[in-house]
């Protein structure tokens, strides 16, 4: 742009540069682009490389490369989703437009002849940016090298902006991992001590999620409250509707689903599409199409299957209009793997299954690779398969545990015994879900552990027929259900 174009050039007045351009365009060395955006200026890839070469020869690449890096380190800070909580929501294309010199910054800064810590200026300017459009692979990256090179630094805002950015990606890059806990872990103490009660809220929402993939579930609902204390004192009521989510989404894995069901339901209603756009720029997590995803879950376990249906679609349909990659992974997941299969719609439940695939490809999100793989599983079993299934449940089983993803890692475990027995293997399935169940059970993992019960009873009947503790165990299911008002 021009504005680009006179900071590199700062020592010529904006006339002279506004001349030169013209020139050049009019020698056609230079292309000139315009759009309702504005214009913009781009070199022929041959003059580019010829005057890179000349830069280098005349030894102006450095202070060039510097002012090219400062510009952008100042053009994407002012991205920030919260600076203006009342508006509408905010523009991606000014930034979006320029993300291929922010990389190219990025690329010298971190270089032998860079400024590594004008790098990390750079990074954390782009953090929020990163995450809003989902990627997640190059925030890491750059957030990574940043904090590589902190010096006598460590401990500011700088470093808190760079944890909290490493920990949000990597939850969805390599998944709940020890990385990923110390970052968010780091930036909550560096927020506590200087005060900075937006990034303590960022923190937390971050600890919270990894506790709810890693079935902490008395942890994950401890994390919710505290969010909800910052609520009581925020004058924004967006922090009350996340806090209403949070603490939903956490009463759902204990299957309190009545309590679950009314704050998911506060969660959505009047939901304002400024908060959501903010949420998924500086959270990484689209709120609504999350409590429709989890008031599915409710619904379902409570009996009402065709409201449970219905808000699933609600969830899928929220996702795609806000085109989020990791927000679409997570909409169609559950349905796709859980309840999609238990009510026969094998067709939908594969077209989503395919379609999370092609997002964790393209995004390198491989903890949703791994959950695709075991629903792949589960519906080769039910469309009777049972020896495919099997397979491709153990694969996913495995990626899922290498990613530290266990919230639906139980679940799966149980229909891998269910694929197991009815391949032959009842004596593995029977190891298999029992090691579920006593998972479940000591996590306090209620949601699920009344259809292990059932896959429990089954598996046992299969391989032991006659066995009186198959029914006792069904039994169980059945009082255990009825308690949660699991009908």
Known sequence: SFDAACAVMRDRPPAEVADGIASLVEKSVVNLEQAAAGERWRLLETVRSYAMDKLTSD??????????????????????????????????????????????????????????????QLAAAAGNFWLATSLLDECSNWTGKALAELDGTAGDGHEMVLRNGLGQSLMFT????????????????????????????????????????????????????????FAQSDTDLAATRTANLMVGMSLTYLAEYVEASSLLDRAIHDYPVAQRQREMASLGLDALSSAHGHL??????????????????RSIEEAQQVGQPVALCLAMTRPAGLLFPEVGAFDTAERHIAAILEQADHHALGTFRALAACA??????????????????????????????????????????????????????????????????????????????RIHGSVIAHGQPGNPRAEEVLLGAISLSQRQGAL
């Open 59 to 120: 030894g102006d690449h450095a202070p060039t490369a510097r002012r090219h890096a400062e510009y952008f380190r100042d053009f994407f800070a002012t991205f920030d989703p919260n600076a203006h909580p009342e508006s509408a929501g905010y523009d991606l294309a000014p930034y979006t437009r320029e993300v291929d010199n922010m990389r190219a910054a990025l690329t010298w800064a971190f270089s032998s002849s860079g400024d590594a810590r004008l790098g990390g």
């Open 174 to 229: 390599e998944g709940m991992t020890s990385a990923t806990h110390a970052n968010l872990t780091r930036a909550l103490s560096i927020a506590e001590a200087i005060g900075s009660i937006e990034h303590q809220k960022r923190a937390v929402h971050g600890l919270w999620q990894i506790s709810l993939r890693s079935v902490e579930l008395r942890k994950a609902l401890q994390l919710s409250r505290r969010y909800a204390e």
């Open 296 to 313: 599915s879950t409710c619904l379902f376990a409570r009996g009402l299957i065709d409201a449970g249906i219905r808000a699933a679609e």
């Open 376 to 453: 792949k599983g589960r519906m080769l079993f039910m469309r009777g398969d049972p020896a495919s299934g099997a397979a491709a449940l153990r694969s996913g089983l495995a990626q899922m545990e290498a990613t530290g993803y266990r919230s639906l890692q139980t679940i799966f475990r149980g229909y891998f015994a269910e694929a197991l027995t009815a391949a032959g293997n009842a004596d593995e399935g029977l190891a298999e879900i029992e090691t579920a169940l006593r998972y479940a059970e000591q996590t306090e993992y209620l949601r699920f552990v009344p259809e292990l019960q």
